[in-house]
């Protein structure tokens, strides 16, 4: 079975700044997909990034960026020039073949002005 | 709509009571999928449904919790005998299909409380 991890529970940037938000994961696939979903208060979850796992180039949509080691099996979003609309919830979660998605436990993303 | 539909939005019930709770997908999505978010728990996987294909049911915690999808579009998931254990926010994904890259679009969710 899979397990996803994520080990900070929240996390504090100021506005402009970057911050980076770590997961990994356990599995014995070589091909699957991962995800960063966003959750803010409003209940609904977003979809930040995917990331091929056969694919060594990194994703980025527009501030938001991956830094995916496979070997490793490590998954990492660095969400730069920090807006306060970025604050909620970020999780990040893996895709089985099945398509069902197991998600980790979640970091909650602090924005100061 | 556009979006992944959830209705209602917050249930209140009593402890023993059954509970139906709606998602409606977006329209030509053909996979289907229910997950229950609590604070003990996490994300959970719940059910998946996959066009005619029989579900997943792999998530479902017990034996009062059901789901059906009726031609392919609408799903219902069903509590029956409700516990305060079950007090979580249910959402609703769908998907293009059940493929491995295709993201899932979440609806608002179902807020349940039980009494």
């Known amino acids: 079975a899979q397990t996803v991890t994520q080990s900070q529970p929240e996390m504090s940037v100021q506005e402009a700044e970057t911050v980076t938000l770590s997961c990994t994961y356990d599995?014995?696939?070589?091909?699957?997909?991962l995800f960063w979903y966003k959750q803010p208060p409003s209940r609904q979850m977003i979809l930040v990034i995917r990331q091929e796992a056969y694919k060594q180039q990194n994703a980025t949509e527009n501030r938001f960026s991956v830094n995916f080691q496979k070997a490793a099996k490590s998954f990492s979003l660095k969400i730069s020039d920090s807006q306060l609309g970025d604050a909620a919830m970020y999780f990040c979660?893996?895709?089985?073949?099945?398509?069902?998605?197991?998600f980790g436990a979640g970091t909650q993303v602090v924005v100061t002005p | 709509g556009a979006g992944v539909s959830q209705s209602p939005s917050n249930k209140v019930t009593e402890k023993g009571k059954d509970v139906e709770l709606r998602c409606d997908p977006i329209s030509g999505h053909t996979a289907l999928y229910w997950y229950r978010q609590s604070l003990g728990q996490g994300l959970e996987f719940l059910i998946y449904?996959?066009?005619?294909?029989?579900?997943?049911k792999s998530g479902l915690p017990s034996d009062r919790f059901s789901a059906e999808r009726t031609g392919g579009s609408v799903s219902t998931l069903t509590i029956q005998r409700t516990q305060q254990e079950d007090s979580a926010v249910y959402l609703c994904?769908?998907?293009?299909?059940?493929?491995?890259?295709?993201?899932?679009?979440f609806g608002d969710g179902t807020r349940l409380s039980i009494l």
């Open positions: 449904f996959q066009g005619n294909s029989a579900p997943d």
């Open positions: 599995t014995s696939e070589s091909d699957y997909y």
């Open positions: 994904a769908s998907s293009l299909v059940a493929g491995k890259g295709q993201p899932q679009h």
């Open positions: 979660a893996y895709r089985s073949a099945g398509g069902k998605l197991q």
